[in-house]
T-cell receptor, first 114, second 117 residues
Framework: DGGITQSPKYLFRKEGQNVTLSCEQNLNHDAMYWYRQDPGQGLRLIYYSQIVNDFQKGDIAEGYSVSREKKESFPLTVTSAQKNPTAFYLC?????????????FGPGTRLTVL | AQTVTQSQPEMSVQEAETVTLSCTYDTSESDYYLFWYKQPPSRQMILVIRQEAYKQQNATENRFSVNFQKAAKSFSLKISDSQLGDAAMYFCAYRSEGRGTASKLTFGTGTRLQVTL
């Protein structure tokens, strides 16, 4: 089965801790994205990657970091510098980043700060 | 910057009836892409339908169709023969023709659709 997996489904973080959200895809897609969803709002882009070892900041990158060591994987780290990290995080991928390639989403991770 | 507006926070439709969800957007670009995504209670975003701005023909996918009015910057979604499984949040999204972070999706705030018996 081809698709995008995210883990864990629910994550709890104490103040001052860094946590890492996993995103894996077996669709052979080049482009991968991280979005954040807050109540009553649409999704906002955190980070984007088009190839291995290259990524670009999105609209709300402060307090987040990413890596892209393998084509299939694009983990997101929420650092202690992120002031309000409680949100729903969605990972997406597309074949490439041009000609309006459709983005497909994973099931998401709900992060709660205790 | 592009913006997407969904002015209907909630809509309700009876099973087997037709409902139309509204979306307007603001852009200075001539080439772009528009999408409707569905987010059921599981919260996974599922693609419903996609429209290329350079195509005049409205996209259709089974019971789902769009009314794309480029000059008016309007992109509404029509759901025919509504089913209980259609109950979800529906998001309208805009994508630029650009690459890199310009390939991001810009979302509206969503419309919650209820389907009643």
């Amino acid at each position: 089965d081809g698709g995008i997996t995210q883990s864990p489904k629910y994550l709890f973080r104490k103040e001052g801790q860094n946590v890492t959200l996993s995103c894996e895809q077996n669709l052979n897609h080049d482009a991968m994205y991280w979005y954040r969803q807050d109540p009553g709002q649409g999704l906002r882009l955190i980070y984007y990657s088009q190839i291995v070892n290259d990524f670009q900041k999105g609209d709300i990158a402060e307090g987040y970091s990413v890596s892209r060591e393998k084509k299939e994987s694009f983990p997101l780290t929420v650092t202690s510098a992120q002031k309000n990290p409680t949100a729903f995080y969605l990972c997406a991928s597309s074949i490439d980043d041009w000609r309006g390639d459709t983005q497909y989403f994973g099931p998401g991770t709900r992060l709660t700060v205790l | 910057a592009q913006t997407v507006t969904q002015s209907q926070p909630e809509m309700s439709v009876q099973e087997a009836e037709t409902v139309t969800l509204s979306c307007t957007y603001d852009t200075s670009e001539s080439d772009y892409y528009l999408f409707w995504y569905k987010q059921p209670p599981s919260r996974q975003m599922i693609l419903v339908i996609r429209q290329e701005a350079y195509k005049q023909q409205n996209a259709t996918e089974n019971r789902f169709s769009v009314n794309f009015q480029k000059a008016a910057k309007s992109f509404s979604l029509k759901i025919s023969d509504s089913q209980l499984g259609d109950a979800a949040m529906y998001f309208c999204a805009y994508r630029s023709e650009g690459r890199g972070t310009a390939s991001k999706l810009t979302f509206g705030t969503g419309t919650r659709l209820q389907v009643t018996l």
